[in-house]
Each structure stands twice: as C-alpha cells, then as structure tokens.
C-alpha cells in the first residue's frame, strides 16, 4: 500500500483522535459523552497500529512524526491521572453548585417561602396573641428555652464544651438535612411537612423568646450561624421537592429518566447544603457562644446573609449566563488542529 492510500484509508480516524485530543470545548465534549471513554480507546489503540505499520513500511518521516505525536498526546490524555479532588471540590462549589441552584429556582424558592413563611407568621403570632401561640407549641417548651438564654454568653464557654458541642450540632443539623431531603420520595410531601413543621417551631421559639429579657441574648447566639443553618434547611427541602416532582412533572421523559435527573439535581443541592451545615456548626460551636460584643456576632451574620445572597442569587446567575454563552460554541464542531501532512495533495507524496 502507497502512502497515499495508507493515508486516504486512515485519515478518518486520525482527524476524528485529533478532535478528541484537543482542548477545545469540542474536544472535552466528545471525551465526556458516555461513549467518549471507549471511543478515545478504540481510536488510540488503531492510531498506535497505525504508526507501527508506517515504521515497518518506511513511509515518509513527517507521517511518522505527525502519528507518533498523535500517539503521544491521546496516551498521555489516556493515561492521565484523576483531577486533583481538590480542584474537583473547588469546581463543584464555584460552578456546579450555583448552576444546579439557579436551574432549580423554583423548587429552592418553594423551600425558603415554605420555611421563613411560616416562621415569619409564628414571631407576628407571638407578639399579637401568645394564646394562641401556645395552642400551636406547648408554653413548657417555650419558657424551657427562654430559660435556657436567661444568663447569656457573657463569660463564653469552656473549649472542651465548644468541641463537645460541635460535634452534636453537626450530627444534629445534618439529620435535619437529611430528613427534608429523603421525605421527598413521598412526592415531595414529606419535605413540605418538615419544613413547616420546622418554620413554626424556629418561628415561635424566636418569637417568644424576643419578647423577654433573654430576647438579645438568643438574637446575639442566633444570628451567627443561622443565615447558613436556615438556608441549608431550605436548600434540603427544595431538593426533597426536586425528588418528589421530579416523579410528577416527567416532561417528554420516562418516568425513570426523570427521576434519575432529578435525583442527580436534589443529591447536588444536600451536598451543598450539607456544607452549610458543617460551616454553621463549627460557627455554632464556637462563635455564637463566645463572649464577643453583640455588635460583632451582629455584624458577622450580616456579612454572612449578604454572602449567601451574593453566591445563590447573584452567583449562580452569573455562572449560569457564562455556561449558556458558552454552550453555542460547544454545540458546533470548532476548528480541529491537523498536521501539515494531511492538507497536502496526495500525490505529493
């Protein structure tokens, strides 16, 4: 066989490697599809023959060089080590999580309506009727807390407490999490009653309580680590939502399909919020209790409400037109890098 031929008969898959080894968004398209894997191998595997047959035949030295460079870089693309989990995580929580977060707006509107709604009715309750406040939760348990925040957080708390107690409130609020969260199989029913459930309790506690003289007391331990602890309680619920609709509104899919979407959607929003958790409890365990002035832990939990409405609002919606300017370039094969070799007539050869 002429080099001619030998190229005219391969040329097709080595364009096609080309692509698939290139940087471009098409390239990181094609590897990342779910057949990209084993089209990649097949692919380097005849390339690799292919070099080997131009060694044995003698063809030309720039074929040689242009397959043997080929090779080299699908190999070292083949080969190539996991990303760093790091970078992964730093992905997830830069981009991924703000895009699922903006592509699921509705269902974590629904959670944040859902709980400060109802949280928001039981503090006005408090403060017009407490009557009827206590047919809704028990007066015991109300005045139990106020007694609770009587004395306040002046002095601090002991390290070995502040660790002791970090640990609680993580395992603690990531059972919450996990409870609006797997509720929602039940077509997302369970999670609309937890988070209710969840909006009256916080609701007439707060409520109650700022009508004492502990008030400031449970305001100043409170609002540190509550911007993070209530958001993740609503992003956990809107996941439960995302789950059970998710089984409802299929779209044009089958039911299955879309339950494995929504899934993937409601597994990335509780790892999110999970992290809010973690952040919460850690400030919970250490920064809400401490004795630092109340303007202080005021100003912190300003700082935080503001981050969290800059990263889920502003953020995500940023992040999300980037993805969508990018998306029409990734849609359209781009221009693929060919050696000189394959632009020459045939015949040159």
């Given at each position: 066989?002429?080099?001619?031929?030998?190229?005219?008969?391969?040329?097709?898959?080595w364009?096609?490697?080309?692509?698939?080894?290139?940087?471009?968004?098409?390239?990181?398209?094609?590897?990342?599809?779910?057949?990209?894997?084993?089209?990649?191998?097949g692919?380097?595997?005849?390339?690799?023959?292919?070099?080997?047959?131009?060694?044995?035949?003698?063809?030309?030295?720039?074929?040689?060089?242009?397959?043997?460079?080929?090779?080299?870089?699908?190999?070292?693309l083949?080969?190539?080590?996991?990303?760093?989990?790091?970078?992964?995580?730093?992905?997830?929580?830069t981009?991924?999580?703000?895009?699922?977060?903006?592509?699921?707006?509705?269902?974590?509107v629904?959670?944040?309506?859902?709980?400060?709604?109802?949280?928001?009715?039981?503090?006005?309750?408090?403060?017009?009727?407490?009557?009827?406040?206590?047919?809704?939760?028990?007066?015991?348990?109300?005045?139990?807390?106020?007694?609770?925040?009587?004395?306040?957080?002046?002095?601090?708390?002991?390290?070995?407490?502040?660790?002791?107690?970090?640990?609680?409130?993580?395992?603690?609020?990531?059972?919450?999490?996990?409870?609006?969260?797997?509720?929602?199989?039940?077509?997302?029913?369970?999670?609309?009653?937890?988070?209710?459930?969840?909006?009256?309790?916080?609701?007439?506690?707060?409520?109650?309580?700022?009508?004492?003289?502990?008030?400031?007391?449970?305001?100043?331990?409170?609002?540190?680590h509550?911007?993070?602890?209530?958001?993740?309680?609503?992003?956990?619920?809107?996941?439960?939502?995302?789950?059970?609709?998710?089984?409802?509104?299929?779209?044009?899919?089958?039911?299955?399909?879309?339950?494995?979407?929504?899934?993937?959607?409601?597994?990335?929003?509780?790892?999110?919020?999970?992290?809010?958790?973690?952040?919460?409890?850690?400030?919970?365990?250490?920064?809400?209790?401490?004795?630092?002035?109340?303007?202080?832990?005021?100003?912190?939990?300003?700082?935080?409400?503001?981050?969290?409405?800059?990263?889920?609002?502003?953020?995500?919606?940023?992040?999300?037109?980037?993805?969508?300017?990018i998306?029409?370039?990734?849609?359209?094969?781009?221009?693929?890098?060919?050696?000189?070799l394959?632009?020459?007539?045939?015949?040159?050869?």
């Amino acid at each position: 066989m002429t080099p001619a031929d030998f190229i005219k008969r391969r040329k097709g898959d080595w364009v096609e490697l080309e692509q698939m080894v290139s940087d471009s968004p098409v390239g990181r398209r094609l590897r990342s599809s779910s057949d990209g894997a084993s089209r990649l191998a097949g692919l380097f595997r005849s390339a690799c023959s292919d070099l080997a047959r131009a060694r044995a035949s003698g063809y030309p030295d720039d074929l040689i060089d242009y397959l043997n460079n080929l090779t080299a870089r699908a190999h070292n693309l083949f080969y190539l080590a996991p990303p760093f989990p790091l970078r992964r995580i730093w992905q997830f929580f830069t981009t991924l999580f703000p895009l699922t977060v903006r592509r699921n707006a509705t269902y974590v509107v629904a959670g944040l309506l859902l709980f400060y709604g109802p949280m928001a009715g039981m503090i006005a309750l408090s403060a017009y009727d407490e009557e009827v406040l206590y047919q809704i939760v028990p007066k015991s348990m109300l005045e139990g807390v106020e007694k609770m925040y009587e004395k306040g957080h002046g002095e601090g708390r002991e390290e070995t407490a502040d660790v002791m107690m970090t640990g609680f409130y993580v395992r603690n609020n990531i059972g919450i999490a996990f409870q609006c969260f797997s509720a929602g199989i039940f077509l997302g029913l369970g999670s609309i009653i937890i988070i209710l459930f969840n909006g009256v309790l916080i609701g007439a506690i707060v409520g109650f309580v700022a009508q004492s003289p502990a008030g400031m007391n449970l305001l100043s331990f409170i609002i540190g680590h509550g911007p993070f602890e209530l958001t993740a309680i609503c992003l956990s619920g809107a996941a439960g939502l995302r789950l059970g609709f998710g089984v409802i509104i299929t779209g044009n899919r089958r039911r299955v399909d879309s339950l494995r979407l929504a899934a993937a959607d409601a597994v990335r929003l509780v790892l999110g919020a999970a992290a809010l958790l973690l952040g919460a409890a850690l400030i919970e365990g250490f920064f809400s209790p401490s004795g630092l002035p109340m303007a202080v832990k005021f100003t912190f939990g300003g700082l935080c409400t503001l981050f969290l409405v800059w990263y889920l609002g502003i953020h995500s919606v940023r992040v999300h037109r980037a993805q969508l300017a990018i998306a029409p370039q990734s849609g359209t094969p781009g221009p693929v890098p060919d050696a000189p070799l394959l632009h020459q007539e045939e015949s040159t050869l």
